[in-house]
């Protein structure tokens, strides 16, 4: 069994589409005489499942990285880190203009760009915890942003605020989804810039392709969460 | 079994989150597994008093059969059975069957509250005896999806499960007769009804 050390990257593919949804297992018992509809869940939280669709297979290249990639996820039977590739709504910020050590810039006037993000939970965190105090030092997380988590056993694993509110400072508390896969220390960095998790293909046969001419078709993946 | 108040609140609710636990026994270890994402440490409860224990969360397709309660001798016998089994869980059907042989197999149920904290302890609503591990295959053809499916199911009964119990009868009038042969107490017991229900003891 592979471990979270070993575990290789899913390739990010330009451009494609990112559908990131929290499967849950819940029954309903069907309305009752009073109204009401009672729901009993059963999934302890759910479980990441991403479908990652449009990836735009337009050169030669592009063919041999997503037959590469297909045999990375080794017909779901390899753990793979996807990311959740929303530049769109990304939360960070970036400085620009930065110049090299000795002061220059580049020929055309410009600098190099930092992201600015430094966001660490400023308390230890419980396994299974659904509120986690963060310290955002540096940049801006808001409600339905998603980050992720690097733990030693369980790896990279994907959270989404639920609702978070200041505390005092730079210290917030924010409800997240699903709960902490393991417990995690103060200090430890939070990653929203490249939100990632650490899955396997849904089915052995989510990334058939078949060589056509050209234009090739787009290609689409599914993933679930998987855990060590 | 004793609920709390805060956890007969959460039965009450309209939205119940509930999480089904179960702990076997084997001759070398103590296996904790629960029907949701992700591990988790429970409180102490009846079984771990000193809490702390860690239960491996199995996923979402763990499927727990109805139970009967040991009311009027009704001993059954049920089986856990859990779909998409990994490597790791198969092997381990397979080389422990052995070991869980008559074992205590526990069965028990915690709530949660609405962001998925735990409320209390494990309340374990069953307390059986493993029989045997059976696994089994399904072929890739009879599934939606076209993948073979691998499944682990855990037999498990009570107490008195398998216990002998002759069935109700009654005594023939040529059953009297060679006991007794002059005897003709027992010659109306055919124009009885056979009916009846005996209850446990």
């Known amino acids: 069994m592979a471990t979270p050390a070993d575990t290789l990257d899913f390739p990010q593919f330009a451009q494609a589409e990112n559908a990131w949804n929290i499967a849950f297992n819940s029954m309903a018992a069907g309305s009752t005489t009073g109204g009401n509809y009672p729901i009993v869940m059963t999934d302890g ?6 479908k990652i669709s449009k990836i735009r297979i337009r050169s030669v290249n592009d063919v041999l990285t997503y037959r590469a990639a297909r045999l990375i996820a080794d017909g779901g039977s390899q753990p793979l880190v996807v990311y959740r590739n929303e530049i769109q709504i990304k939360p960070a910020t970036y400085t620009t203009g930065i ?3 000795d002061g220059s810039l580049f020929s ?8 600015n993000e430094l ?3 400023n308390a230890d965190a419980a396994l299974r915890a659904t509120t986690v105090q963060l310290n955002i030092n540096y940049g801006v997380l808001s409600a339905g942003n998603c980050f992720s988590v690097y733990t030693a056993t369980q790896g990279w694993r994907l959270y989404e605020i639920r609702r978070i509110f200041p505390v005092s400072g730079t210290v917030w508390n924010a409800e997240i989804r699903p709960p902490l896969r393991e417990a995690v220390s103060a200090g430890t960095l939070l990653e929203s810039a490249l939100p990632r998790c650490t899955m396997r293909l849904d089915q052995s046969s989510d990334m058939d392709f078949t060589l056509t001419r050209i234009p090739y078709p787009d290609q689409s993946a599914n993933f679930v969460e998987l855990l060590f | 079994m004793i609920f709390a108040d805060t956890e007969l609140a959460a039965l009450q609710s309209d939205i119940v989150r509930i999480g089904a636990f179960m702990r076997l026994t084997t001759t070398t270890s103590i296996e904790r597994l629960w029907a949701g994402v992700g591990q988790i440490a429970p409180p102490p409860d009846a079984l771990d008093t000193g809490g702390g224990e860690i239960y491996t969360g199995t996923g979402l397709l763990v499927k727990i059969p109805p139970f009967q309660q040991l009311i009027n001798g009704a001993a059954d016998r049920v089986s856990f059975v859990l779909n998409a089994t990994s490597s790791d869980i198969m092997a381990l059907a397979a080389s422990q069957s052995a070991s869980i042989a008559r074992q205590p197999c526990d069965f028990g149920i915690a709530l949660f509250d609405q962001t998925w904290q735990l409320l209390g302890p494990i309340h374990f609503i069953r307390r059986g005896y493993a029989d045997f591990v059976h696994l089994s295959t399904v072929g890739g053809k009879q599934t939606k999806n076209g993948m073979a499916i691998r499944t682990a199911a855990l037999s498990s009964g009570s107490l008195f499960t398998g216990r002998r119990r002759r069935g109700i009868s009654y005594l023939s009038d040529y059953d009297q007769r060679q006991i007794s ?3 003709s107490s027992c010659e109306r017991t055919v124009m009885y009804s056979t009916l009846g229900q005996k209850n446990w003891p």
């Open chain 1, 45 to 50: 939280g759910g479980l990441w499942a991403a």
């Open chain 1, 99 to 101: 110049p090299h050590s």
């Open chain 1, 108 to 115: 055309d006037g410009s600098g190099f760009s930092q992201e």
């Open chain 1, 119 to 121: 966001i660490t939970f």
């Open chain 2, 181 to 183: 042969s002059d005897d």
